[in-house]
């Protein structure tokens, strides 16, 4: 074995170097943050039961069809405002209970930046201006709905059946990969 020559030495260092800057790309996605995804759903609808459906063993079809047994609409039980964290982020989140009685978390004009793993996360941490806010979102407790589906536009997050919704007060829009909130919501029972 000879020894290393200069050049062989650059060339070890050249490719370190390329796998450090390649692994830094795939882990940061900073191309990310110039691709907006648009989402555009509209506020989910349940199926009317049919009369057939809705008639429980041992009562007529008659019972069934009055009124009383038609579940009313979606109806919104609590609201906010997003604020910016990390990355500005403005918008408005609803908790909406539907006929069928589930509740969809619904977040209505969401404009904020792309980014890698960004997450929609339900929790119990108080929503606070400032970089004071950013992190704390994982320090209590917390429900990860799901991966934010777009960046921007409207969508919804159907929420566990067996939420307790009363011991969550804010909405965070977080980043797992960096754990930094890029906006959060402060939700107020209606």
């Excluded at 990860?144 to 960046?151: F, H, S, T």
């Excluded at 929420?159 to 011991?167: E, I, R, T």
């Amino acid at each position: 074995m000879g020894r290393v020559t200069k050049r062989q030495w650059w060339a070890g260092a050249a490719v370190v170097a390329a796998v450090i800057v390649g692994a830094g790309l795939v882990w940061f996605e900073p191309w990310a943050l110039w691709v907006d995804e648009t989402v555009n759903e509209a506020l989910p609808s349940v199926a009317t039961p049919t009369a057939k459906q809705a008639v429980p063993t041992g009562r007529s079809s008659s019972a069934a069809a009055t009124p009383s047994a038609v579940p009313a609409g979606p109806t919104t039980v609590a609201r906010g405002s997003f604020i910016s964290h990390e990355h500005t982020t403005t918008g408005a989140v609803k908790i909406v209970r539907l006929a069928d009685g589930t509740h969809t978390l619904r977040l209505e004009g969401l404009d904020t930046s792309n980014g890698p793993d960004l997450r929609v996360w339900l929790s119990d941490a108080p929503v606070k201006e400032g970089r004071a806010g950013w992190g704390v979102f994982d320090d209590g407790k917390y429900v990860n709905l799901a991966k934010l589906k777009g960046n921007k536009g409207d969508q919804n997050y159907p929420l566990p059946a067996d939420l307790d919704l009363s011991g969550y007060t804010s909405v965070s829009i977080w980043c797992d990969r960096f754990d930094v909130s890029f906006g959060a919501a402060e939700i107020v029972r209606t």
